[in-house]
């Protein structure tokens, strides 16, 4: 088939732009009454409103950082970075609107009439008032602190997504003033007041009634500034730039950089200024004055600003308004297996944990038994996001305190994790383990841990790789999938890999390991230049790809050259996805398909049909440019042709059969939901795997 010539444009998708179509997925869970109960479509909203935090601190503040240097290169799509500063801010400002709207129109007003009260301060009884006022007086009031502006006062910084108050006033003599207070960040958004009793018999007693903490604030807001006359009070919010780059320094140097890198992240450029839609013209000419904000960068919110405290809701005891919870399953290879066990049963074969359908709890048994077994001599192991009161962290100094040689490398670079790497890293070193503070000029986001033991026929390594953190917490609500496996060159293959991050060393080549950023991108391309040529050969040639996102120019091009040799490819994007399915000639056997619903999809599956004889490859790589080429990644073969299996038939084309969760990207880059047609069977990806 003739290769039909298209500009970038048209063969590549804006990456920022695909992001927010992704974002907007999200969005739209909470917009279906019918997808998910009351206080998870509550939590869509969070999500949504975290989401386009981080996008704001990370990407756009890119952009005009690019815009500020003069950086005249183009995105693969051909635009400036003007042109997508541009482009992302005009696709944002209506997913924003609906945003707020979904919220007012149809969340708030349904949480009500589920016994979910969330009032404006006006709307409350006398009683509530003065139960929310001594609240006030007791909580709040003490920690408060208002700050003038005035020749005597400069304008005070504006910490990076705090909450605030602009206060006008008048003084005695009737001269304006203005005043900042902010929004104490360490307490509850919603404070809970006593609900009213029902109005008649045949009235339901409200269970939960709130105000928000903002307007506790305001209407108390003269115990602040006595002797003065209020004239207005306006909600409004800061996203400043925290894209913190670090230099390259030694360890010691490394961790002192970055913790006191941390707090720039307050003092960053403002990229965005969030302003209650009723802020008076001159009230708001003076914040984008004093922020040096323009008018691009500055978004009228019409209603509460920050949903993202929509997650404290999530804590109400109300089952019926939240998914049923599910309990995870210790796979069959491990429920008879007890603590010291462990180890001979993965002599026998490889165990594949599915989280979080598959429990958590093997991954941290198995560093637990690693920490506690006699002939343990060596753990070593990968952290990038290990979360707080990690588990396995505490296995880890167990085994420090057992005598067991403990390697860690705590990836102290990983974005939004600094801080808690950082505590992590101390503990682990003052405690006595080996700890490597990251890899020169790259991130290490490989997961995986190795276990060295010593047995009457000599020493065995054991080993958990896996596409996921280790984190126990958002093992519940990620999708990843995880291998513990006694296999020989694996093991080989892990020391190797570890004595490259705490040594000297020049390996690039493995036996079974494809590890970035030297072997991965050119394996990847031979596996699918192999696809193209078995297909030429006898036909059928199938790829299935599943990632968090596609961004990459080279897989790109790879994966439109499949299309154009007639191979069938199978995508499972979840995010950004730069391609273009579909189109005449490059891209028209190239299907792409978005999952979204109750978890979050993070696993990473790489599958060939390799003419018959299938592969497949798990591990910790998207096809982005940052994890090819500037990231210490693992990838790696499922060899158990069962286990095999069961990832091709349980997990790829189940989602590929998705008519619940599923989005369809389209040829011109939008996406449409899959809908069921006809009599045609539900069929829900995530609740069809709970089952199991």
Known sequence: METKTVGVAERYNNREASWVDFNARVLAEAADPHKHPLLERAKFLAIFATNLDEFFMIRVSSLHEQIAAGVANLSPDGRTPMQVLDLVTENIRPDVAEHARLWREEIHPALAQNGVLVCDYAQLSDAQRREANHYFRREVFPILTPLAVDPGHPFPLISNLSLSLAITMNDKQGEERFARVKVPPMLPRFVPVTPDPPANGRDKQNAFAFVWLEQVIAANIEALFPGFTITGIYTFRVTR???????????????????????????????????????????????????????????????????????????????????????????????????????????????????????????????????????????????????????????????????????????????????????????????????????????????????????????????????????????????????????????????????????????????????????????????????????????????????????????????????????????????????????????????????????LEHGRIYYFRNGGDKEIYIGSADLMQRNLDHRIETVFPILDPELRQHILDDVLRLQLADNVNAWELQPDGSYRRIKRRGEEPIMNCQAVSEIG
Not at 415 to 442: M, T
């Open 241 to 599: 730039d925290s894209d913190v780059e670090y230099k390259e320094v030694d360890a010691d140097d490394l961790l002192a950089t970055i913790a006191s890198a941390l707090s720039t992240r307050r003092r960053g450029s403002v990229v965005r200024l969030e302003v209650a839609h009723d802020t008076p013209g001159r009230v708001l000419s003076w914040l984008q004055q004093h922020l040096e904000a323009t008018e691009q960068e500055t978004f009228c919110v019409h209603g509460p600003i920050s949903l993202a405290c929509l997650w404290e809701l999530m804590r109400l005891p109300i089952a019926k308004l939240k998914d049923s919870p599910i309990t995870p399953r210790v796979p069959a290879a491990l429920q008879k297996t007890d603590e010291g066990a462990i180890f001979e049963r993965l002599q026998e074969s490889d165990v594949l944990l599915y989280h979080p359908y598959d429990s958590f709890r093997p991954v941290v048994d198995f560093i637990t038994a690693a920490a506690r077994d006699p002939l343990v001599q060596a753990i070593k192991m990968t952290l990038y996001r290990a979360g707080s009161n990690s588990p396995i962290v505490n296995a880890l100094l167990e085994a420090v305190d057992n005598g067991k040689q403990v390697a860690v490398m705590v990836e102290l670079k990983a974005r939004f994790d600094e801080e808690s790497n950082i505590g992590w890293a101390k503990a682990l070193e003052e405690h006595g383990a080996h700890v490597v503070y990251g890899f020169p000029g790259l991130k290490v986001h490989s997961k995986i841990a190795l276990v060295v033991r010593r047995e009457s026929d000599g020493i065995r390594r054991y080993l958990h790789l896996g596409t996921g953190n280790y984190n126990a917490s958002t093992a519940r609500i990620y999708t990843d999938l995880g291998l513990l496996t006694a296999r020989e060159d694996f093991g080989e293959d892990a020391s190797d890999l570890f004595n490259r991050l705490t040594g000297y060393s020049y390996q690039t080549d493995y036996r079974r390991l494809l590890v970035a950023p030297t072997r991965l991108r050119p394996r990847l391309y031979l596996l699918i230049d192999r696809e193209i040529t078995l297909h030429r050969q006898s036909g059928s040639g199938h790829l299935i790809f599943k990632m968090n996102s596609l961004t990459d120019p080279g897989m790109i091009d790879k994966l439109y050259e499949a299309s154009e040799a007639g191979v069938k490819v199978e995508l499972i994007v979840r995010g950004m996805c730069c391609l273009y399915p579909g189109l005449p000639g490059m891209s028209d056997n190239i299907r792409v398909l978005s999952i979204i619903g109750r978890f």
